[in-house]
């Protein structure tokens, strides 16, 4: 009886040996790409998604470089800002040079598309813009609403839908006004909801989607919620609050499903020192629980689940030394205080960069796609192609 019980013992410390060894992440650059660069764009905000047949799409923001015109220099929000797409079939080595044109807003710029693929093909590409009014028309705007720089009007979120690869994209669609957004459009109407970060299709078929809403602006603060669509994005409904706090500002927002059924949104704050910050949901997208913060500095956050379940948590780091950094989560995304950091890019320029989306190659290797530039260079898009084991 004593042998058959040390024999357990030594078995099962041989599982938790193999367990442990077999959750330490091993992960290898195999290279890092240029996906799009033109000297006379300022090229940011990818996305990306792998399409059935194996192409890759990514996504981005493009306006004119103001530089090269002479001006001081390049905004996020401009009025000639469209909506570009690249494609790679090669698993993102080589890209089409020439890009197409996904969506140029009649009312102004366009900012940050976001790509979710659904399980039936269709693509959904989220957006949100500016519209441009001339000095002598602000001050009549109906108040309150949000200047950016001078004359740059927010004008809330907007998303596209396609059924062709992308190939045509519909008119744009617009999400419904929530009850915490303040602010209205240039034109006085309630602004659309909006915000920056990757929706997720549960396995119950419902899409998740985490937006902002600015609730106050003495002092200016956000706070982010849970729409959820039944019918593939053909319209949504209000759920609940995700994250709120008297001081700490939350915006940019990717959701992620886990294994398990939560529902977690991975939210970039302000005023809360960089921090990266996680809000939970254990019964479905109906509640949440208390926003807490991560442990560590970076925004925004982007989770993609690897093939064996685990998730790859990636995000810009705008701190000496700038560049892309990455942590890999367990399963059910509870280890985040511990999970190692990976830096992908050290060797950034300036602070306008980050904002990565990865997408699954294959059984081990994963494309980060993101916005980049090196010391005296300009901001282009750019990605890292990783082997995880």
Known sequence: M????????LLALALLSTTSHSAEPSVRKVRDVVIYADPLFHSAFPSVVQRPDGELLVAFRRAPNRLALGEGHNNHVDPNSYLMGVRSRDGGV???????????????????PGLLQLRDGTLL?????????RPDGVPKLKAPVHENY??????GGYYLRSTDGGKQWSAPLYPLHIEPEILLTPYGKPLPAYNRGALTEGKDGRIFWVVAACDSIQPSKMSTHLLISSDHGLSW?????VAGDAKVSFNETSVYETPRGDIIAFLRSEKYEDQACMARSIDGGKSFQPWQGMGFQGHPLHALRLPDNR??????????????????LNAECTDFATAPEIV???????????YPWSVVLDAHHVLVTYYFNVPGGLQHVAGTILEIR
């Open 94 to 112: 080589t890209w089409t040079p020439t890009p197409e044109l996904i969506y140029a807003h009649p009312f102004g710029g366009s900012q940050d």
């Open 344 to 354: 992908l890019r050290d060797d950034g320029g300036t602070t306008d960069l980050g």
């Open 237 to 241: 409904q209000y759920s609940c609050p």
């Open 125 to 133: 590409c989220t957006s949100y813009g500016w519209t441009f009014v």
């Open 311 to 328: 998730v790859l948590l990636t995000y810009g780091y705008r701190h000496k030394p700038l560049g892309i950094r990455a942590r890999i």
């Open 2 to 9: 004593l042998y058959l019980r040390h024999q357990f013992v």
């Open 150 to 155: 001078p004359g740059s009007i927010f004008n």
